[in-house]
């Protein structure tokens, strides 16, 4: 081998090595995008999120991507949603809802209809589908039908123990909603109010679906947090991952 070729054979070696992870790279492409594909949806990241879907690693990366595109949160709840899309509400730059939709009903459960964002709704689907109903199921072995709240929307600011806020509610741009408990198909009620500190079998209900809701809201607050919120749980959009 000639000292010229020596000096070539590292390039040689590059070129070959990014040639196959080129070659991988496309075929794997062309195994996500291919119609009879192996690969199981949820594990692949060409297919949207789908809120029926097996849990992955890339659910959470999915579900950022649908909160983000108001055409994507919609297509998501398309078969798991009983919603109408409306035009946004302006009161003024603090009191709005943008992504308007009424929302009727969720997976398996029925809700009193309400106004919120298309994002509050997909992250209740994510909720009710892989927290509320495993849950039921473990502790009722009957699923939910009605999930109970005190609403979404409201214009007013933060409420403390120590009175208002001087910053506005995520409940103001409905970013939030307040949960106040669960009907089973059968018609049995489980309430915060009664049932957090209630039987043996409610409380460990409404703690399982309290710790399931901090997975897929930004701030999930229980009666564990304080006095405000012994009746309902308060589930936002936004915040800063608490759970409590």
């Known amino acids: 081998m000639t000292d010229n070729l020596k000096k070539r054979r590292p390039y040689f070696q590059w070129a070959a090595f990014l040639l ?107 909720w009710e589908k892989h927290g509320i109903q495993p849950a039921a199921q473990k502790h009722f072995q009957i699923p939910v039908g009605e999930i109970k709240h005190y609403s979404s929307y409201s214009c007013r600011k933060i409420r403390t123990v120590g009175g208002d806020n001087t910053r506005m509610s995520t409940h103001a741009t409905a970013e939030a909603i307040d949960v106040s408990g669960f009907v089973l198909k059968d018609g049995s009620r489980i309430d915060l109010k009664s049932g957090w500190n209630g039987s043996a079998q409610e409380a460990a209900f409404l703690r399982d679906v309290r710790n399931s809701a901090c997975d897929w809201f930004k701030l999930t607050l229980s009666p564990d947090f304080n006095a405000l919120h012994s009746d309902h749980f308060h589930l936002q959009h936004k915040g800063w991952n608490a759970c409590r």
């Open 20 to 126: 196959v992870v080129a070659a991988a790279t496309y075929g794997g492409y062309q195994a996500m995008i291919h119609p009879n594909t192996s690969l199981p949806p949820e594990w692949n990241p060409t297919v949207p999120l789908n809120v029926d879907h097996k849990l992955s690693p890339l659910t959470m990366w999915k579900l950022r991507n649908a909160l983000g595109d108001a055409e994507q949160c919609h297509s998501a709840l398309a078969n798991i949603a009983k919603l109408t899309r409306l035009p946004d509400f302006e009161k003024d730059e603090l009191c709005h809802i943008r992504d308007q939709v009424e929302l009727n009903a969720i997976g398996q459960s029925k809700v009193l209809p309400f106004n919120t964002r298309c994002q509050m709704v997909l992250r209740m689907a994510m």
